[in-house]
């Protein structure tokens, strides 16, 4: 009775080792299936998109220098409902611009081609 349980042990461990071996050998590995060539966020939701070489990724999003990632959008003044290309087919070419002046005032320029100056700033 001793040896039957001797197998039996022997026979579990090597069936664990085997299901071991198994689950080791099908664990899922990093393939590559391409390169990131460019990295662009779109600070105006549904506007014009910014590239950059480099984003930071923060809880509110992916992030270059000041603009994060649909940080703006355009909305009715009544309702605050948000516009998009939905109902705006233009909107997607309006830019968004930031600059930092000396003293660390930011400024938002929004942009359109359909107008001659900014449209906000």
């Not at 299936?33 to 509110?60: C, H, N, R, T, W």
């Not at 605050?80 to 087919?89: A, G, N």
């Not at 320029?109 to 449209?119: I, K, Y």
Request: proline share 3%; net charge neutral; glycine share 8%.
């Amino acid at each position: 009775m001793d040896l039957t349980r001797r197998n039996a042990t022997i026979v579990a461990v090597g069936a664990g080792l085997v299901v071991g071996v198994f689950i080791w050998a099908k664990r899922k590995r990093w393939v590559k299936v391409g390169q990131v060539e460019s990295l662009y966020i779109f600070p105006l939701k549904s506007g014009a998109a910014i590239e950059s070489d480099e984003l930071k990724f923060q809880s509110m999003g992916p992030k270059t220098g000041e603009m994060i990632d649909r940080g703006f959008a355009v909305a009715n003044a009544g309702t605050y409902t948000i516009k998009d290309t939905h109902s705006y087919p233009r909107l997607c070419l309006m830019s968004t611009n930031m600059v930092k002046d000396d003293n660390g005032v930011l400024t938002v320029r929004l942009q359109s081609p359909d107008a001659d100056e900014d449209l906000v700033s």
